[in-house]
């Protein structure tokens, strides 16, 4: 059992691993002897050459900083209020908004009309909003939250509050808010996982490299590093550096570093996040 | 008028409510309803119109069902519905085995401390986007440079060009999926499992069961709620594929479309690339209609056979 499970777990881990050597390995070595776990030569050039260009990198990475910080704010806030508000049962039309939510669990626009909403009538096109607005609000996550607030927010404490004359909104920032922290702590991390990992509405909005976030330049510099190239030329007047490009290496270093932060984080917070993937899991 | 007085003292009424919800009603209607209305352009000769989205709509000519007729004249139809449908149902059928059996071994682990270290391994992939995941793919399947290759290479056997064979890649999409999502796939029956009140076990093991027997008798019928659960929301999107795992890790392989090429990849190539907006816009009401359709029937059924385990 423990040899099953511990091999499909290396396996799960091994192609990290194997990314970071190739990152690790000198161009040479890996244009005579292809990807090879074990390098004929080590070299720290591909990161020295990022780190040449490291202006669009840095963009890049302020760009997915930023939707990842604002969006998951943004998100939870707004969740977390339209969630609330359904699971009270003061609230009369409670039920229809219940089902205005999760209509759109079961059927969708599509692709083309959300595209069409998106660039003619939001005029998002090219804008930063583009890559935080679509994945502000999630049905699934409203269920998940509201079922959260009727287990976890005893109706008493609310009660005792309104007779102490706090109004609905104070209720909610000083005792609601409180005593969900767990539910809102998952729904954050679901959101911050997916901000962060988000390339999808990049391919659709952006074409303005000062936009690109991480993944989207990942993508991007999938067959050549010219839309690395072509900003560093714009920064550096030095040609020198562009001569030799660790290009296989290059490119395998960047995966490490888009990868990096959620390799290193995602262990600490793990507990959280099972936590929270059970929660939804239990129906009310 | 009398009701119309009623109505707004409710609305004045719940008023601190309705300003909750206020900011995700807004949302849902613009991103989510507003695109539903967006779908009678699958039925429409769409036309930009300098006037802006809705005078882009009422413009273009009503052309009834052409669109549908195309697109179903064409083999594409005919491709695309069967690899989203094939590759969906492996991957509910084999993550659902792969994630309970790895939820049950888990549970069974008496070493809790490796047990964590070996989900914690586990979940890894699924932290990671397809942008990423294509990367690792490539390292292995790179034509002159990949692992698979050297592999091949050392036995003499001649060197691949995977990204032009098609005929490996539905292997491929399956075990990368799978590699993707068992991890997290069996977090919540893990937690399931975990809950299940010992002393069954216990009266199991005094009545002489063997471990077979408890997973068969106890664990598998204790967790059969939240199996049929999943697998009904499963179903109900067995219409739409995961966008990533088909565009990002074939790399966008003209010679692959034959067994990569799923709904989802079809809208967004014909919007993208071939900008045939009508078509595009049919062939995703096709896939939210039949999705629909298969989440009522599915639940219909569900709730003929056990109104408990119903989704609603």
Redesign the interface.
């Known amino acids: 059992?423990?040899i099953?499970?511990?091999s499909?777990?290396?396996?799960?881990?091994f192609?990290?691993i194997?990314?970071i050597i190739?990152s690790l390995s000198s161009e040479q070595s890996?244009s005579l002897?292809?990807?090879?776990?074990i390098p004929e030569e080590w070299s720290l050039e591909a990161y020295k050459y990022l780190w040449q260009v490291r202006s669009q990198i840095f963009r890049a990475y302020g760009v997915t900083l930023f939707v990842t910080i604002v969006g998951t704010i943004l998100s939870v806030?707004?969740?977390a209020?339209?969630a609330?508000?359904?699971s009270?049962k003061?609230?009369?039309?409670?039920k229809q908004?219940t089902f205005?939510?999760?209509f759109?669990m079961?059927?969708?626009?599509?692709?083309?009309?959300?595209?069409?909403?998106m660039t003619?009538?939001?005029g998002l096109k090219n804008s930063i909003w583009a890559l935080i607005?679509?994945m502000?609000?999630n049905?699934f996550y409203?269920i998940i939250m509201r079922t959260f607030f009727q287990r976890s927010v005893p109706e008493a404490i609310l009660e005792s509050a309104r007779i102490d004359g706090a109004?609905?909104?104070r209720i909610?920032l000083r005792i609601v808010i409180p005593l969900a922290i767990p539910g809102i702590a998952t729904i954050a991390l679901f959101n911050t996982?997916a901000y962060?990992?988000?390339?999808?509405n990049a391919l659709?909005f952006i074409d303005d490299p000062n936009l690109v976030p991480l993944?989207?330049l990942?993508?991007r510099i999938?067959n050549n590093l010219d839309f690395i190239r072509q900003n560093a030329m714009l920064s550096t007047q030095n040609g020198s550096i562009l001569g030799s490009i660790p290009q296989?290496s290059a490119?395998?270093a960047m995966?490490v570093i888009?990868?990096l932060p959620?390799?290193l984080s995602?262990?600490f917070f793990?507990k959280y996040?099972?936590k929270g993937?059970?929660i939804g899991?239990v129906?009310e | 008028m009398q009701r119309l007085k009623k109505f707004g003292k409710?609305v004045y009424?719940?008023r601190?409510?309705?300003l909750?919800?206020m900011?995700?009603?807004i949302?849902?209607l613009?991103?989510?309803?507003?695109?539903?209305?967006?779908?009678v352009?699958a039925f429409k000769d769409f036309r930009?119109h300098p006037d802006?989205?809705?005078a882009?709509v009422y413009h273009s000519e009503w052309i009834g069902f052409d669109n549908f007729r195309f697109l179903f004249s064409t083999n594409d139809a005919y491709v695309i519905t069967r690899n989203t449908v094939l590759y969906n149902l492996v991957f509910i059928i084999l993550g659902l085995i792969l994630a309970v059996g790895?939820a049950i071994?888990?549970s069974?682990?008496t070493?809790q401390k490796?047990?964590k270290?070996?989900?914690?391994?586990?979940?890894?992939?699924h932290?990671?986007?397809?942008?990423?995941v294509?990367?690792?793919?490539f390292?292995?399947l790179?034509v002159?440079?990949?692992?698979f290759?050297?592999v091949l290479e050392m036995f003499n056997i001649e060197p691949v060009s995977w990204y032009n064979e098609s005929a490996y890649w539905p292997y491929f999409l399956v075990a990368i999926s799978q590699?993707k999502g068992?991890?997290?796939g069996s977090?919540?029956y893990l937690?399931?499992i975990v809950g299940i009140d010992r002393t069954y076990y216990e009266a199991a093991m005094i009545d002489g069961a063997s471990k077979w027997q408890q997973i068969w008798r106890i664990t598998i019928p204790m967790i059969m709620p939240?199996i049929i659960?999943?697998t009904i929301l499963n179903i109900?999107s067995i219409f739409s594929a995961d966008?990533?795992l088909f565009y990002?890790v074939p790399?966008d392989s003209g010679p692959l479309y034959s067994v990569t090429n799923v709904i989802?990849t079809y809208?967004?190539r014909?919007?993208?690339s071939m900008g045939d907006?009508g078509m595009?816009?049919a062939a995703?009401?096709y896939?939210?209609?039949v999705?629909?359709i298969l989440?009522?029937l599915t639940n219909y059924i569900v709730r003929k056979i056990d109104e408990e385990n119903a989704l609603?």
């Open positions: 059992m423990h099953l499970l511990g499909f777990a290396f396996l799960c881990i192609p990290f194997y990314v190739i890996l002897q292809g990807y090879r776990l806030s707004v969740i209020l339209y609330y508000a359904i009270r003061q609230f009369l039309y409670r908004f205005i939510a999760f759109t079961l059927f969708s626009g599509g692709m083309v009309p959300f595209y069409i909403v003619q009538f939001l607005l679509p502000t609000v049905a409203i109004g609905e909104f909610f996982l962060w990992n988000d390339w999808f659709l993944q989207s990942l993508m999938e296989d490119r395998m995966v888009a990868t959620i390799a995602y262990p793990q996040f099972v993937l059970t899991s129906k | 409710n009424d719940n601190i409510w309705l909750m919800i900011p995700g009603f949302w849902l613009v991103m989510k309803y507003l695109p539903m209305f967006g779908q352009m930009f802006g989205f809705f882009s790895v071994i888990l069974e682990l070493k490796l047990a270290i070996y989900q914690t391994g586990m979940l890894f992939p932290f990671l986007s397809w942008v990423v294509s990367y690792f793919v390292a292995f790179s002159d440079r990949g692992l290759n050297s590699w068992v991890g997290f977090i919540v937690a399931a939240l659960i999943l109900g966008f990533g990002q790399r989802d809208v967004y014909g919007l993208m907006i595009s816009t995703g009401l896939q939210a209609t999705g629909f989440i009522l609603f």
